[in-house]
C-alpha cells in the first residue's frame, strides 16, 4: 500500500502514541499498533484498535479522568 497523505512511503507497522481530547479530558495512549509511513509518518491504525482507543477514553471521561496517559490494553 502506498501511503494515502504523500504518495511516495509506503506504511509500516510499528508503535505510537496517540493523543485524544473528549469533553475536556486528555488521554494519552502510548504503545498503539499502527501502520506508519516511512516518508511522511501518517499513522493508519485498523477498526479493532480505533474501537479500544475511542472505548477506552470513554471510558477514562466516565471516571472523571482530565488527564490520563495508559498503555493500550490489550484486547
Do not use: H, W
Request: proline share 3%; net charge negative.
Amino acid at each position: 500500500m502506498t501511503c494515502l497523505t504523500c504518495k511516495v512511503g509506503t506504511p509500516e507497522a510499528g508503535l505510537t502514541t496517540v493523543t485524544l481530547e473528549r469533553d475536556g479530558a486528555i488521554i494519552v495512549f502510548k504503545d498503539v499498533p499502527a501502520r506508519i509511513c516511512s516518508n511522511c509518518g501518517e499513522k493508519y491504525f485498523d477498526a479493532e484498535i480505533t474501537n479500544r482507543l475511542l472505548t477506552q477514553a470513554q471510558d477514562a471521561v466516565e471516571k472523571g479522568a482530565e488527564l490520563e496517559v495508559v498503555r493500550l490494553q490489550a484486547a
